[in-house]
């Protein structure tokens, strides 16, 4: 039988059979899509009439180490009722499971994670909010994983190997074999190409994420397993950017589904290419991720922000090669702003996880001896810990004057802060950085809370109280404005009320408004503040500066939201780019620092630690250098709440 003879047969047996035996190469690869494809009709017919589940096994196998992309003879059913036969795993441990059913440990309950506001969209790539971000990584692969343990160390994760070249302007990936998404389509190199075109796509809202792409000259990809990027300038993070800043998306799940979005959203002209007309218009609209490489997916095409929920993916490759990953059924988010409900509701078992602020646990929740019986509570710090700030929108007066912003600095009792609010957890702030790392300038201090010196500095500036109003003006106007808050989180409430206080015995009126948080990002995006007051997390260990202070990142969206230009800090930024001395780097790392702390376009406030309660029935909810991850977490049968 040849091949083209082959593709045609529509038996699932013989399907499998000839699967299983032909390694995968281009046209595997376009008939096992296909196969997904066609196999929907089948899976659901054999279904409704009683026979298997999640996975059917249409061919005797058992747990093996096959080769890889070749088919195993077991069917699953993933995305939308997506069906096709699993592949072998590159890398598979020696007798990998085949199935979730198949897993080592129990494949049950499900992890529910309380917070306070849902995010706008889980679109990664038009979002810059932590939750989507955090939400997505379940979701969408990437070619490198992050050591938990020994960050920041990466391990291979889509690709199996990479080199760099002597010059340090090529990278060339090496893709894993055998890895589908969760709607069972092959993943290959074309995901990766299709990932990086939506980056680049000027139409789509992913400013935010450009910055560390934009020497990039060009990704190409030479066969369906390996990846080569090109940069103009070498670039001491390169390997990082596609290999780990790039989520992978599912090609041929946008190719589908754009013209099901254009349709809904009553767009005519559309494209379902990355970089034509009209792409970036629907993509922007879909706020789910596609169904992806991760061990979770999303299971509508629509976005319910009221019920944030993951599955399982069936045709994870991580099932083969850690088979102990991954153990929750179901991840869950739900939202509860207020705390008194949301403690209640955690004393009845609703969720399982939450962040709970450091005054509440001290005052109240320490002593409370049913919380005690039933969860663990844990305090740390980890690679994706930040700093909580005040934004000032150096775009227009009066916050575009040096000396004006520095006195707000004087205005804030950081001290106060750390000791009432934080209660003695963290460090002060001084610089955006971490100060963990070495490139934190460890010979600045943090601004003390000292009025008399604001007074001076804003008199320098030019404002004054002419009037004897006791406001101060400049030039007729009034030195009043708005502080924004997107959240009535306890700590922001706080912070607004010793700094108006401080701001009123100076002269300056400051009124606090509360949105509601998709409006308030949506504002914060558009630029359209005075200021705001938020919490800033890395989304890895390799910070660059460049991406939130750079005057080119000054766009809707993009990483500059405060607008603050300096020519001589940007010449800087871009000469630390280039280094790869680790020293050195670190010396302009202390340089940047000491820029900010002179003219701040940002209050940092606080280095803060987090305080987390987690159920006791779930098992290896370890603290990590990279925080509290879940992968290894798992709970017993007879110990199962969430069903």
Known sequence: ???????????????????????????????????????????????????????????????????????????????????AEVTFVEGAVENAPLSLADKPLPQNDHYVNRRTSPPGSLNYYTTSEGDASTITKYVLGRLLILDPDNPPDVLPGLATSWEISEDKLTYTYTLRKGVQHADGRPFTSADVKFSFDVLRDPEVQADHLRSSFDDVVELTTPDPYTVVVRYAKPYWKGIYTVGYQLRILNKAWYEEQIPKYAEKLDIPEYAIEPGKPGFGEVFNKIRVPSPSTGPYYYASDEYDPDQVELRQNPFSWQTQTSPKYYNFKKLRWVYISDKIAAFEAFRKGEFDVTVVDFNAWDDELSKDTHIAEMANYVEYSHTGSGYSFI?????????????????????????????????????????????????????????????????????????????????????????????????????????????????????????????????????????????????????????????????????????????????????????????????????????????????????VLNHGEVGVLVHKRIREAKVRPTGMQIHEMWVPLEETLHD
């Open 391 to 603: 934004a000032l929108n150096a775009r227009e007066e009066p916050f575009n004057d040096p000396k004006v912003r520095l006195a707000m600095s004087h205005l804030v009792n950081r001290e106060w802060v750390n000791t009432e609010i934080e209660r003695g957890r963290g460090w002060t702030g001084i610089c955006p950085l971490k100060p963990e790392y070495s490139s934190y300038n460890p010979d600045l201090k943090a601004h003390a809370y000292d009025p008399e010196r604001a007074k001076e500095l804003l008199a320098e500036a030019g404002w004054t109280d002419s009037d004897g109003d006791g406001v101060l003006d400049k030039d007729g106007k009034r030195f009043e404005f708005v502080l924004t808050l997107g959240s009535q989180r306890r700590f922001y409430t706080q912070i607004s009320n010793q700094w108006q206080d401080a701001l009123k015995q100076v002269g300056i009126r400051m009124t606090t408004r509360t949105l509601e948080w998709s409006t308030f990002i949506e504002d914060f995006y558009e630029r359209r503040f005075d200021s705001v007051s938020l919490y800033n997390s890395f989304s890895d260990p390799w910070i660059d500066p460049y991406d939130d202070w750079h005057s080119s990142q000054d766009v809707p969206r993009g990483g500059n939201s405060t607008g603050w230009h300096s020519p001589e800090l940007d010449k800087l930024l871009e000469d630390m780019r280039g280094n790869f001395d680790d020293a050195e780097r670190d010396k302009q790392m202390h340089q940047f620092c000491e820029t900010f702390h002179a003219e701040p376009p940002v209050l």
């Open 1 to 83: 039988m040849d091949l083209s003879t082959k593709l045609q047969v529509t038996s699932v047996v013989l399907l499998a059979a000839v699967v299983a035996s032909t390694t995968i190469n281009t046209c595997a690869v376009d008939r096992l899509e296909r196969q997904v494809i066609d196999n929907r009709q089948i899976l659901e017919d054999i279904q409704e009439k009683g026979v298997g589940g999640a996975t059917t096994r249409v061919a005797a196998t058992t747990p093996s180490n096959g080769i890889p992309g070749t088919g195993t003879g077991l069917m699953a059913t993933g995305w939308e009722g997506a069906s």
